[in-house]
């Protein structure tokens, strides 16, 4: 069965399933200063940290517009599955739905269907990974749709960041917490909620506290066991090795992906940022 995933470029692939060629991706765009990032191959994100740093203005992302994701459905064979990040987080799912709705019109026997990921960056990776393969087992569309709807509203995801200036910038983040953040060292442990939006589900003295308790919190919930997990990392690879080693230790996870993050991610991650999804 002939399909294709398109992501939007918050979702951070790993080279392994890259590698399936059924995956395409749309990029947002990033602004520092005067300088403008477009997040595909060929952005760099250690170049972006850097320049986010010399920075005073907070970085901003622009979502990819409806037009583009129509150029990029047009290019694909098949069934077409599209997921995006958050719709709380993001314009790109409208952008998406727009698009998805312009190209039914003009290609009314194709299917396609947009997913809300409710997520970001590893949950988005988990997403689109469940749909390929779901539709690559020979799955029926419909069945495909259903199940990954169903998937979404089961999956966990779980981040800590080293800086939240990112976040606070851009309104991620709600005052209080990254002025408490700020004024101590504590690291915040934080989720998403069911419907996409960022929530605090504890907090730490340091970055490896934090790390354990999200991996004993994963090994306490108990829809871990047989799953598949991502972490995706900004710039901080032994963290997300430290916290696999963990998850070996405490989880009966089936598969472990490690991804680094792309451009957006990069943006609200920040250079030590670990995100999980399951």
């Not at 517009?65 to 990029?72: A, I």
């Not at 958050?86 to 997913?115: C, D, K, T, Y």
């Not at 080693?245 to 250079?271: H, M, P, W």
């Amino acid at each position: 069965m002939i399909f294709n995933v398109v992501v939007d470029s918050c979702c951070d692939l790993p080279p392994q399933l890259l590698d399936m060629g059924c995956f395409r991706s749309v990029p947002l765009t990033i602004s520092v200063g005067g300088d403008e990032y477009i997040d595909d191959a060929s952005l760099n994100p250690e170049h972006l940290i850097t320049a986010m740093a010399a920075c005073k203005e907070p970085a901003h992302t622009s979502c990819p517009s409806p037009g583009l994701y129509l150029e990029t459905f047009e290019g694909c064979q098949g069934d077409i599955y599209v997921v995006t990040l958050s719709a709380l987080l993001s314009g790109s799912h409208n952008s998406a739905w727009q698009a998805a709705q312009m190209f039914h019109a003009a290609h009314p026997e194709r299917n396609i269907h947009v997913f809300n990921s409710c997520s970001a960056s590893a949950g988005e990776v988990q997403v689109a990974r469940k749909i390929a393969e779901l539709a690559g087992s020979g799955c029926p569309f419909y069945r495909v749709v259903e199940l990954t709807d169903q998937y979404i509203g089961e999956m966990n995801t779980l981040f800590v960041l080293d800086n939240l200036d990112n976040l606070r910038k851009n309104g991620r983040l709600s005052r209080i917490q990254a002025l408490i953040t700020g004024a101590l060292p504590i690291k915040l442990l934080l989720g998403s909620t069911p419907e996409g939006e960022i929530c605090k589900r504890g907090q730490a003295m340091s970055m490896k506290q934090a790390l354990t308790k999200m991996a004993n919190m994963m090994a306490a919930d108990l829809r871990h066991r047989g799953a598949t997990l991502c972490i995706a990392h900004c710039a901080c690879s032994q963290r997300a090795e430290f916290l696999r080693t963990l998850v070996f230790k405490y989880c009966q996870f089936r598969d472990v992906y490690l991804t680094e993050t792309r451009g957006i991610s990069t943006v609200y991650a920040n250079e030590g940022g670990i995100v999980a999804a399951y």
